[in-house]
Nanobody, 128 residues
Framework: QVQLVETGGGLVQTGGSLRLSCAASGFTFSSYAMGWFRQAPGKERELVAAISRRGSSTDYADSVKGRFTISRDNAKNTVYLQMNSLKVEDTAVYYC?????????????????????WGQGTQVTVSS
């Protein structure tokens, strides 16, 4: 069975940091591009960051550039999202997702229907 399990969410104060992890199983992790998405109540799900299969390319939402870093360890079947300088606006449920194909066109990683597998999410709450 394919599984993506997110961990590392929690409650932090503005300016704090969290590292999210997504552990994958049931598929060949290194063959999939990975993305982190988030969804706040009443808002649509949006891409936070994505990383290509080999980790050579990344994509970030403008709102998190310079603060968040996506990385992957294919030997551990895990993708990470390091979140620094957290803001109240970062409060959301964060999901990881897997897609068999890398992207080359601008905006490709931001299309939700591109992804084959999704985790159940982890809550990140940033308090002022």
């Amino acid at each position: 069975q394919v599984q993506l399990v997110e961990t590392g969410g929690g409650l932090v104060q503005t300016g704090g940091s969290l590292r999210l992890s997504c552990a994958a199983s049931g598929f060949t992790f290194s063959s999939y591009a990975m993305g982190w998405f988030r969804q706040a109540p009443g808002k649509e799900r949006e891409l936070v960051a994505a990383i290509s299969r080999r980790g050579s390319s990344t994509d970030y939402a403008d709102s998190v550039k310079g603060r968040f870093t996506i990385s992957r360890d294919n030997a551990k079947n895990t993708v990470y999202l390091q979140m620094n300088s957290l803001k109240v606006e970062d409060t959301a449920v964060y999901y990881c997702a897997a897609d068999l194909f890398d992207c080359s066109a601008y905006g490709c990683y931001r299309r939700l229907n591109k992804y084959d597998y999704w985790g159940q999410g982890t809550q990140v709450t940033v308090s002022s």
